[in-house]
């Protein structure tokens, strides 16, 4: 089953589940300046609007999205069906899909056209493997976030950072298990900065090397 992994900060996790919303944010204050530019071309093409989106990522886990986008690798990676999200946000109407890399040679019209702005990104970016989530709303009903509705069927786990001690981990896992629609959630400590298994091959192999 093909999964979509939403990095974000413990707190806004936990928002996440027990409200059963997913934040959009505005992306005027990005770090990235080109996306933000692309995005601000795309709020102007329809006035008095706003344009609001939220960030996932396609594959497994990495270093990089823990540390840029999980409040520095201290985190929280929400993890959902994509056959179940795309279905619940193509009911609500709102435009979704995975991130065209191109570079600033490859730019035109036929790139450019309107449906795609919000999905298109410099290639230097390509790693990352983007999928993102946008919506264009009022501004006079919209200022600052955009909550999208969503059924809890579509989370198929969570993983909390591995820089999260043992004991804070039990009690965050405590928590959302506490939350309705949570008490079968997977809620996992994520081995990446320590695989039990690299460590246990590599005692393993230590040994046979020093007898």
Same mark, same amino acid.
């Given at each position: 089953m093909a999964t979509l992994s939403r990095y974000t900060s413990i707190p806004a996790a936990l928002d996440l589940l027990l409200h059963k919303r997913l934040v959009l944010i505005s992306p005027s204050h990005w770090e990235d300046r080109n996306d933000r530019e692309v995005m601000e071309v795309w709020e102007r093409s329809e006035p008095e609007s706003k344009v609001?989106?939220?960030c996932m990522a396609q594959g497994n886990e990495t270093a990089h999205h823990w540390q840029v986008f999980a409040d520095s690798g201290q985190g929280a990676?929400? @993890?959902f069906s994509e056959e179940r999200l795309s279905a619940q946000l193509d009911a609500l109407g709102i435009a979704h899909g995975p991130m065209s890399y191109v570079q600033w040679r490859e730019l035109n019209q036929s790139i450019l056209s309107n449906d795609r702005l919000p999905f298109m990104k410099r290639s230097v970016y390509r790693f990352e493997k983007e999928y993102r989530i946008a919506v264009r709303a009022s501004?006079?009903?919209y200022s600052d976030t955009y909550p999208v509705p969503l059924d809890l069927n579509c989370v198929t786990s969570v993983y909390i950072s591995? @820089?999260?001690?043992?004991?804070l981990f039990a009690s965050i896992q405590q928590i959302i298990k506490s939350m309705p629609g949570c008490q079968r959630l997977?809620?996992?400590h994520s081995g990446l900065l320590?695989?039990?298994r690299w460590s246990k091959r590599?005692?393993?192999e230590i040994s046979r090397l020093g007898s």
């Open positions: 609001f989106a939220a990676c929400v @993890r501004a006079t009903e591995g @820089r999260v001690p043992h004991s997977a809620i996992r320590r695989n039990a590599l005692q393993s």
